[in-house]
């Protein structure tokens, strides 16, 4: 059959050439198979279970803990108190504690009036509250439609403050930091922050200030974030399931064990003496927030999560005291936020997000294990599970296990991989893992095959971040659609398929493919496994992405 093949699609001149180099590669693959391939495969398939073991023991010990703090309502030793606030007839505002809300922007011209809207409708006397703006946008236009708003707001009795800088050094964490040295900000206690793609509710601080207030141990207040976008295509409800399961699980279980987690940047309200005392902000890296929650801990602060509260809290102010859970942060779900909808914008936050932890982990590693402050437990739960599990772990096993080593068993039959670990292990992760949105429980096979893709990206920028090279401080901001969909589709949603190239090939993604492919068709050929029906399935996620065929289609005007 082979010679037939080759009388049929090659010159005779051609043939002897090409079925000599076939034999020679046939050769040259036997001899080192044996003695060199199936050993260094052997090696990375027990590598690669160790890590799925690390992560399969982390995420049933994080389901178990859900499990009993939602069965028994655990209650801790010590209770964090909580009153509404109320004007006092003596003091009047003045009991009221000063509170600076900073809302960090680039070129936001979809989102601006929203952000600057919301923070403004927040309810806190007007005399108690300073709204500052932290502009670095580049663009002159988009500058002066800023600058009109906060003027209009100013013109309403609005205490809002416009302030740029000459450069953008330090990304947020420089404009944040810069915010910080004006002089009407030595008059705050608090400050609460919010990104400009986030709309709090109007009672948010009456919500979360009074733990600040009343516990003068607690660094930080954080909200949960909900989303005003994830029904917009399919990538952002995928994205939503991975959030959520951070919320509902990863932070609450962190609560209830008085572990360790970083604040996410955003929709959270910040002790200004606990701040300055973990010596402010700092842009060593692109997780700034992480970094900043860190060297708090790292001194003895608390922060409040309350992941349970959700009927309680969708009242008004409630009159009376919670006995909150001995936890550190306070989870209310009250601030909106856009998710990103086109592939560019995701990929550039998915780097963000993946090389910065990574890069604070090797920063902060010896600190943190040198720090006399805090017990071995927290020692123990920030190195191993919140960084080395969760931030490096999680993102090589997924791609390297899954998307490599077990297609490469494919052609080397020698090796096999144990059917727990096969089938079992990533299943009841995978469950685990989606049992923050129950809704998109029929997007699961979308979702498993989307964030396998995903996993080369991160598990590249994770690298980057240990490495500590090439884009390992890149900075791009999210770029925000707002109601741009909206104007200009009149009113329908965006087209989610197009039949044009995306603006770019992701070429890792696409080679991948074909590597899948190829193992998937040897497979079907010669194998006995059936993994060509993963294989297929996998291959095709990973060149729709990198044909660029997933995420929002933003018509250009």
Excluded at 35 to 46: D, G, I, K, S
Excluded at 195 to 220: C, G, K, T, Y
Excluded at 315 to 329: K, M, T
Excluded at 355 to 381: D, Q, S, Y
Aim: glycine residues 6%; positive net charge.
């Amino acid at each position: 059959m082979e010679r037939l093949s080759s009388t049929t699609l090659l010159p005779e001149a051609f043939q002897g050439t090409r079925d000599d180099i076939t034999q020679q590669m046939g050769i040259v693959w036997e001899h080192i198979k044996s003695p060199v391939v199936v050993p260094l495969l052997r090696l990375a398939v027990l590598i690669c279970l160790a890590m799925s073991l690390m992560l399969f023991v982390e995420k049933v010990y994080m389901a178990v803990v859900i499990v009993l703090v939602r069965l028994f309502r655990r209650r801790p030793e010590t209770n964090y108190k909580w009153e509404p606030m109320g004007e006092d007839p003596e003091a009047g505002n003045a009991a009221y504690p000063m509170v600076l809300v900073q809302i960090p922007m680039y070129n936001e011209k979809e989102v601006y009036q929203l952000s600057i809207a919301a923070a403004c409708g927040l309810s806190w006397p007007s005399d108690r509250i300073i709204i500052q703006v932290l502009d670095d946008s580049t663009d002159p236009a988009i500058k002066e439609l800023v600058v009109k708003e906060c003027h209009r707001r100013a013109s309403k009795g609005v205490n809002i403050k416009y302030e740029i800088r000459e450069n953008r050094n330090g990304y947020k964490a420089g404009a944040l930091k810069e915010g910080m040295k004006h002089s009407y900000v030595k008059q705050c206690d608090y400050v609460a922050i919010f990104d400009a793609d986030f709309q709090p509710e109007p009672d948010f601080l009456m919500r979360s200030v009074p733990f600040l207030l009343h516990n003068h141990n607690i660094a930080l207040v954080q909200a949960r974030w909900k989303f005003v976008n994830s029904d917009e295509c399919l990538m952002t409800r995928m994205q939503e399931m991975s959030l959520d399961y951070h919320f509902t699980v990863e932070q609450e279980v962190g609560s209830s064990t008085c572990a360790f987690f970083g604040f996410n940047g955003t929709a959270g309200v910040w002790r200004i003496s606990a701040l300055n005392e973990a010596g402010g902000w700092k842009d060593r890296t692109t997780v700034e927030d992480m970094d900043l929650a860190v060297r708090a801990s790292l001194r003895g602060w608390k922060f409040i999560f309350l992941g349970d509260l959700e009927a309680i809290l969708t009242q008004s102010h409630p009159p009376l005291q919670y006995d909150c859970a001995d936890s550190w942060f306070l989870l209310i779900e009250q601030a909106k936020s856009e998710l990103p909808s086109t592939l560019k914008a995701y990929r550039y936050q998915q780097h963000r997000w993946s090389c910065g932890p990574a890069n604070l982990f090797r920063k902060m590693a010896v600190e943190i294990a040198m720090n006399k402050k805090v017990n071995l437990w927290t020692k123990i739960h920030v190195i191993y599970s919140f960084f080395f599990v969760r931030k490096i772990v999680a993102h090589i096993v997924t791609f390297i296990f899954y998307c490599v080593v077990i297609p490469a068993t494919v052609l080397v039959p020698q090796v096999q991989v144990p059917k727990w670990g096969l089938v079992y292990v990533p299943s009841i992760i995978t469950m685990l893992n989606a049992v923050g949105t129950p809704r998109s429980l029929h997007l699961l096979v979308f979702w498993i095959l989307f964030e396998n893709v995903m996993s080369l990206h991160r598990t590249k920028a994770t690298f980057i971040g240990l490495l500590e090279v090439g884009r390992v401080n890149e900075w791009v901001v999210t770029e925000k659609l707002g109601d741009i969909m909206k104007t200009k589709n009149g009113g329908k949603a965006a087209r989610r398929f197009r039949l044009r190239i995306g603006e770019k090939l992701h070429l890792l993604e696409l080679f991948t493919g074909a590597y899948l492919y190829f193992c998937g068709c040897y497979d079907l050929a010669f194998g006995s496994n059936h993994y060509y029906l993963y294989l297929f399935a996998q291959g095709t996620a990973f060149f729709i992405v990198g044909l660029g065929y997933v995420g929002t289609f933003v018509p250009r005007s």
